[in-house]
C-alpha cells in the first residue's frame, strides 16, 4: 500500500519569507502526485496536478516539483502571505480514479503578518 | 458554479441513530467518492462509484452503505452509528483520467456521542 508521508506537521513563517513543504511516498509508480489545499471548516483546493511524466508544474507564486526515483515532491511557496495560511495536502495517485489517490496528513502552515 | 455539494454542514448522532449524508456535484462527473478525515491520518477512502449504477468498496468501507442515485448524487449511509464514525466526511467528484483532478465538497462534520 502507498504511504505518504509530510514532514513537518506544522510550519510557521514570517510574512515574505519562502518556504519549501515535504512530501514523500513509499511507492515510487505513481501516475501523478497533487497537492491540495484545504482551509478550516472547507474541503479541499486542488492547487497543482504534476504528471508521471513531468519534474515540475508552477502556478502563480506555488512551484510543485517530483522526483519519482527518490519517492519525493516539494511544494516551494515564494514571498508567503497571511493568506496562504492553511493546511497543505500532497496526494500520490497510482491509476486513473481518485479512488487511486493516497493522501499524507498535511503541513498546517501559519503566516505570521 | 455549484460544484459538489454536501448537505448537512454539521450533525451529532446518538449511538445508534442512523442517518444519510447527501452528496450533489453539477460537473457531469461519471466518478464520485466518499472520503473520511481524522486527526493525525490522511483522508481514507470509503465508497466510491466509478459511474452511474456501480459502487465498490474503499479503504473503510465497514459500518457505512452508499446509493448512486443517478449521475448527479451519490449518499452515503450510516445504518447504526458508532462512536468511531466521529469524522469528518468529504465527497468528491471526478479525477476520472490520469491527467484530471478531483473536486472536493466542503465536508460534513459528524459527532457520534
Known amino acids: 500500500k502507498q504511504e505518504v508521508t509530510q514532514i513537518p506537521a506544522a510550519l510557521s513563517v514570517p510574512e515574505g519569507e519562502n518556504l519549501v513543504l515535504n512530501c514523500s511516498f513509499t511507492?515510487?509508480?505513481?501516475?501523478?502526485l497533487q497537492w491540495f489545499r484545504q482551509d478550516p471548516g472547507k474541503g479541499l483546493t486542488s492547487l497543482l496536478l504534476i504528471q508521471s511524466s513531468q519534474r515540475e508544474q508552477t502556478s502563480g507564486r506555488l512551484n510543485a516539483s517530483l522526483d519519482k526515483s527518490s519517492g519525493r515532491s516539494t511544494l516551494y511557496i515564494a514571498a508567503s502571505q497571511p493568506g496562504d495560511s492553511a493546511t497543505y495536502l500532497c496526494?500520490?495517485?497510482?491509476?486513473?480514479?481518485?479512488?487511486?489517490?493516497?493522501f499524507g496528513t498535511g503541513t498546517r502552515l501559519t503566516v505570521i503578518p | 458554479n455549484a460544484g459538489v455539494t454536501q448537505t448537512p454542514k454539521f450533525q451529532v448522532l446518538k449511538t445508534g441513530q442512523s442517518m444519510t449524508l447527501q452528496c450533489a456535484q453539477d460537473?457531469?462527473?461519471?466518478?464520485m467518492y466518499w472520503y473520511r478525515q481524522d486527526p493525525g491520518m490522511g483522508l481514507r477512502l470509503i465508497y466510491y462509484s466509478a459511474s452511474e449504477g456501480t459502487t465498490d468498496k474503499g479503504e473503510v468501507p465497514n459500518g457505512y452503505n452508499v446509493s448512486r442515485l443517478n449521475k448527479r448524487e451519490f449518499s452515503l449511509r450510516l445504518e447504526s452509528a458508532a462512536p468511531s464514525q466521529t469524522s469528518v466526511y468529504f465527497c468528491a467528484s471526478g479525477g476520472d483520467w490520469m491527467d484530471t483532478e478531483a473536486f472536493f465538497g466542503q465536508g460534513t462534520r459528524l459527532t457520534v456521542v
Open positions: 511507492d515510487s509508480a505513481i501516475y501523478n
Open positions: 460537473m457531469n462527473h461519471n466518478s
Open positions: 496526494a500520490a495517485q497510482k491509476g486513473a480514479g481518485a479512488n487511486n489517490l493516497f
